[in-house]
């Protein structure tokens, strides 16, 4: 019990120092000061990391789960570290490669774990709309970045119906669902956010780095709210 109790101690101290990062995070990339991003970015992703890995020591431990999860912060992390100057079109596009590789670990992860289901037809659906929508507005002011964006604009709304997905099987909890979908959604959202700033100049970069960062966190959460075992097999057996 003691021990139940020194875990959830200190995942509130990690996802409260990761809080406190994400907001530093913020300021620092509105005055742009690269310095303290540089250091702050990966240290949120870090925690994140050990955010995950804590859920190996909870009640109901999803091993894959966190591997996966664990193995997409990674990249991420070496992202932070070469994707600090985001008005550089060089770092940008380097920025990208390694964030397809970040959202497509976490995508393929969780279709093994939770495979597809006849609901995931309309939630694509739903999701081809908005990227053609998105893609076809952005167009004009891409550029040389058009082929970049396009590939890139694809992997993300991939990303969140594989979170939404999870809704629709046994493996993962209500609440890991939750976590995955909207953490999933932040991500695309502040990506969306950056698009319309970096090259439609159709606003500022308001709240991208919270996004980004605040999505992560909530994705590092999922696995600590593993579904019970027994639940899992009861579904099957109803079915």
């Known amino acids: 019990m003691e021990s139940k109790k020194s875990l959830s101690v200190l995942r509130i101290i990690i996802v409260v120092l990761a809080v406190i990062g994400i907001a530093i995070y913020w300021w620092a990339r509105k005055i742009a000061n690269l310095s303290i991003v540089a250091v702050i970015q990966p240290t949120v992703t870090i925690l994140c990391i050990l955010n995950a890995l804590l859920s190996l020591k909870g009640k ?4 894959k789960l966190t591997i996966w999860i664990v193995v997409g ?3 991420a ?3 932070d570290f070469l994707s600090l100057d985001m008005g550089n079109p060089f770092v940008v596009i380097r920025g990208l490669i390694f964030f397809v590789f970040v959202y497509l670990t976490y995508s393929i ?3 093994i774990l939770n495979g597809f ?5 309309l939630v694509g659906l739903i999701a081809l709309i908005v990227y053609v929508s998105l893609m076809t507005y952005l167009t004009p002011f891409l550029g040389s970045m ?11 709304p991939f990303l969140v119906t594989r979170a939404v997905s999870t809704f629709f099987g046994s493996k993962f909890s209500k609440t890991q669902a939750i976590l995955l979908t909207i953490g999933a959604s ?3 959202l502040g990506d969306i956010e950056f698009a319309l700033h970096a090259y439609a100049k159709l606003m500022p970069n308001l709240f991208g780095p ?11 959460s999922s696995p600590s709210f593993g579904k019970n075992p027994s639940e899992e097999v009861a579904v099957h057996t109803e079915e």
């Open 186 to 188: 932040f991500v695309y």
């Open 77 to 79: 992390l070496i992202a």
């Open 73 to 75: 912060l990674s990249i």
């Open 109 to 111: 992860g969780l279709t």
């Open 117 to 121: 289901h006849r609901q995931d037809i």
């Open 210 to 220: 919270i996004l980004y960062a605040g999505g992560q966190l909530l994705i590092s």
């Open 60 to 63: 109901y431990p999803q091993q």
């Open 146 to 156: 058009q082929i970049p964006a396009y590939i890139y604009g694809l992997i993300l």
